[in-house]
């Protein structure tokens, strides 16, 4: 699978590679920003089952 972008989008199916939930891959769902910049999505597993993760620690491996 080639890397497309770091930015996630709403839609796009990405792989996360850094901290907890690091190995897991989803659809992103509900980008978030907080007052002091950092981004947090909303992961969609194939399951169903989701899970929040920081946006720097995923890569979009499929755009929407």
């Known amino acids: 699978m080639a890397i497309l972008s770091t930015q996630p989008k709403d839609g796009d199916i990405c792989k996360v590679v850094k901290g907890t939930h690091a190995g897991k891959s989803g659809t992103v769902r509900d980008i978030h920003t907080s007052k002091t910049g ?14 929040k993760t920081l946006a720097r620690n995923v890569e979009v491996t499929k755009g929407a």
């Open 38 to 51: 950092t981004v947090t999505i909303t992961v969609v597993q194939e399951n169903g089952t989701r899970f």
